[in-house]
């Protein structure tokens, strides 16, 4: 092999017929929905939660001549594979089948846009990021050089304030060292990135890093990521031994940099207690009945971490991998910020795990491995009904698209939040995780950017800037981003949301608004001021849209509001991953048992935070895509479909099925696995990996749903 390949040569080509992602619920093949052209929408458009209704055998006389007769075909191959034709009748049929969907299936219209291939370019073509030109800018015939071994040495990753700087200490209690274990034999271990980026890295549509305050310039490959948390060591030493088929290159100098942790008897929720009581003297004691201490250093608030787990869930080891990774992160590495906590669904209603003990402690030892026991908290829907009792009529339910009980984690997944968050008030924010992403960066790196870059942003038209993708490379910097959203709104001549939303309640009333949310003056007389230095109460990874102005199917999930007037205004953000205040969660609560209010799980927080003037942002984290898509078409498929049906959170949404980030995206959990090192849609793993530039090096990436993963 030449030193010197094409950026678009290093992989086999990635057409979009080559691409065969995992069909996620809603991935319809039979329609082209486009909002550019005149098609029709998706037949589902149900999302995460399809539902189908009954069919009866008169619909046959309604399908057309061509599906009459592939159904046809279909039933005789049926029947002779069931009259026992065998492996080889079994096999015939498949490929009969698949071709006919093949044939029939009209493809989306971003399927006919080039594959992107520059996530896979590795660690041997490593370049400075200020030399580095995205996939999207480069020229057809770009070379890139692949060098024998990464040009760069892997460094440390610190994205902590400098702790034992005389500026820091002037302002805050100094932090004490946290340790993995309970003897402090292990401390609190480091993590590992590449200085620099691929030779031919594909650039991210959707939001930066740069104003996130998240570093551009570097990469993550799976040694340096997860090495320190057991990835490739041998289990004699307390690791997972998951490198034996990986490529190896320049791994051994990774491996140098850090101390093998043994991890085995390792107690997570005892280490973070011992981590938070050695420097709780840096948070405010928050406890209702508490003052605040008398002292002139500042103090820090704390945050809840809950990831969202289940009876039976499955821990992998790379879902072993993640949990350490966000435990020590976010936890023990910046003295005690972060409680790391499992909330764990037990679906069987049968078990009182509210009335013994041990029963308790049996249940959670049967579906939690034990590292994670101590920080742990079981509950169930039986348990909800009697904390929530209601009522909740199903007459005070404008519509009700599942058909199923309010109690469902289905339709209120929020209630076990609100639960949790009331047995916890120590805590001023709560992150709703799901046990389905994956980051390939630093974790304390992307939520401390977050959160900083929220707490700046104004409330002016933050409502309306948070319901649209911010293309960087299409409209702009932030600052000229925000200016554009206002020059539309003027265009339009819309009213922006301005503090609480005030609606007729009738009957039912609801929950005065706090003063604190007031605007403190008129709209035109505020300079992108208002909101500036306050801690936003939700920050959503998707845009917060206006479910009136969608096709979204459970836009009318509401319940316990006067049905005799208009439904409410409302609000919603796909995927329930969110970060939500103690005070945006406590009222939350307060509608639920003391109004009996709810409304379908993504929609319930941003609606409640609308209501009462809370705010409410949506963080433009990076977001990549594997088609190079023209961004004047993106711009109007995602920010101004021709039409409600044609929206991205409805009919549109297969326009995801690409992206990194979002519920039914196929390709997250592709790259996912690619970066891993194992194969997909025959392309990757350790032959084609040293066979070109050795592993994947992405930047920091926001990946779900991660569905299932492979380490080659």
């Not at 971003?110 to 995205?134: H, M, Q, S, T």
């Not at 309306?464 to 206002?486: C, D, M, T, Y």
């Not at 009738?506 to 500036?532: C, I, Q, S």
């Not at 690409?658 to 997909?680: D, T, V």
Request: hydrophobic residues 35%; proline residues 8%; aromatic residues 14%.
């Amino acid at each position: 092999m030449g030193a010197i390949k094409s950026a678009f040569s290093l992989l086999p080509s990635l057409r979009p017929a080559n691409i065969a992602y995992e069909e996620l619920p809603s991935y319809d093949h039979s329609q082209n929905a486009s909002p550019l052209v005149a098609s029709p929408t998706m037949s589902t458009g149900l999302g995460k939660r399809s539902l189908s209704k009954p069919r009866r055998l008169g619909f046959l006389l309604r399908v057309s001549p061509k599906r009459l007769c592939i159904t046809t075909i279909v039933i005789f191959f049926a029947f002779v594979v069931l009259a026992g034709g065998g492996l080889q009748a079994r096999q015939f049929y498949a490929d009969q089948t698949a071709a006919m969907r093949e044939k029939e299936r009209v493809p989306y219209h971003w399927e006919a846009y080039p594959g992107l291939g520059g996530f896979y370019n590795g660690i041997r073509a490593l370049v400075k990021y200020a030399d580095w030109v995205p996939e999207q800018e480069a020229m057809p015939d770009t070379q890139i050089k692949i060098h024998d071994a990464p040009p760069f040495d892997p460094v440390v990753v610190n994205p902590y304030p400098d702790y034992s700087s005389a500026k820091y200490l002037s302002e805050h209690h100094p932090v004490k060292r946290c340790y993995v274990d309970e003897n402090e034999k292990y401390p609190a271990p480091d993590v590992y990135a590449y200085p620099g980026i691929p030779a031919g890295m594909t650039a991210p549509y959707w939001g930066a890093y740069e104003v996130l305050d998240m570093a551009p310039d570097r990469c993550w490959e799976r040694f340096g990521r997860l090495g320190p948390y057991g990835y490739s060591y041998d289990p004699a030493q307390g690791g997972l031994g998951l490198a034996n088929h990986s490529t190896h290159l320049d791994a051994e100098k990774v491996e140098k940099m850090f101390n093998k942790v043994d991890y085995r008897g390792v107690n997570w929720g005892k280490a973070q207690k011992i981590c938070y009581e050695k420097n709780k003297q840096r948070f405010e004691p928050t406890s209702p009945g508490t003052h605040k201490a008398n002292t002139s250093k500042k103090t820090l608030k704390r945050t809840a971490y809950v990831l969202r787990t289940w009876s039976g869930y499955e821990y992998t080891d790379i879902q072993l991998l993640t949990l350490r990774a966000m435990i020590n992160e976010l936890s023990l590495k910046s003295g005690g910020e972060y409680d790391v906590h499992l909330l764990v669904h037990i679906k069987d209603d049968s078990i009182p795990i509210w009335a013994s003990e041990e029963v308790y402690n049996q249940t959670l030892r049967e579906n939690v491995p034990e590292e994670f026991w101590d920080m742990a908290t079981l509950w169930s829907e039986q348990m909800i009904r009697t904390y929530y009792p209601g009522p909740f009529r199903d007459e005070d339910n404008f519509v009700n698209m599942a058909g199923s009980s309010i109690y469902t984690v289905y339709r209120s997944a929020h209630f076990a939040l609100q639960w949790f968050a009331q047995q916890h008030q120590e805590y001023d924010f709560f992150y709703n995780w799901e046990m389905d992403l994956r980051y390939s960066g630093h974790y304390y790196e992307f939520h401390e950017g977050i959160a900083k870059w929220a707490k700046e942003q104004p409330r002016k038209y933050l409502w309306e800037r948070s319901s649209r993708f911010w293309i960087p490379s299409l409209h702009g910097s932030w600052p000229k981003f925000v200016a554009s959203v206002e020059q539309e709104m003027l265009e339009k001549g819309e009213n922006p949301v301005w503090g609480p939303v005030s609606f007729k309640t009738g009957t039912t009333g609801m929950l005065t608004p706090p003063n604190a949310t007031e605007p403190p003056r008129k709209f035109e007389d505020d300079d992108y001021e208002w909101g500036v230095g306050e801690d936003a109460d939700l920050i959503t990874f998707d845009p917060i849209f206006d479910t009136a102005k969608s096709n979204w199917v459970f836009r009318d999930d509401v319940t316990g509001y006067d049905t005799s007037l208009p439904i409410p205004p409302r609000r919603a953000a796909i995927i329930t991953v969110s970060r939500l205040s103690r005070r945006l969660l406590n009222t939350m609560h307060e509608e639920t048992w003391r109004m009996h209010h709810c409304m379908f799980p993504e929609m319930w927080p941003p609606s409640v935070a609308l209501h009462h003037g809370y705010k409410a942002v949506y963080v433009p984290h990076p977001v990549y895509f594997d088609r190079k898509w023209p961004l004047d078409v993106m711009d109007k498929t995602f920010n101004h479909p021709p039409t409600v049906n044609d929206g991205p959170f409805g009919g549109g949404e297969h326009n995801m099925q690409g992206a990194s980030f979002y519920y039914n995206s196929g390709f997250s959990g592709a790259l996912w696995r690619r970066w891993l090192g194992a194969p997909e849609n025959g392309h990757g793993g350790k032959e084609d990996e040293e066979g070109y530039s050795d592993r994947m090096c992405l930047r920091g990436t926001l990946h779900h749903p991660i569905k299932h993963e492979s380490v080659g």
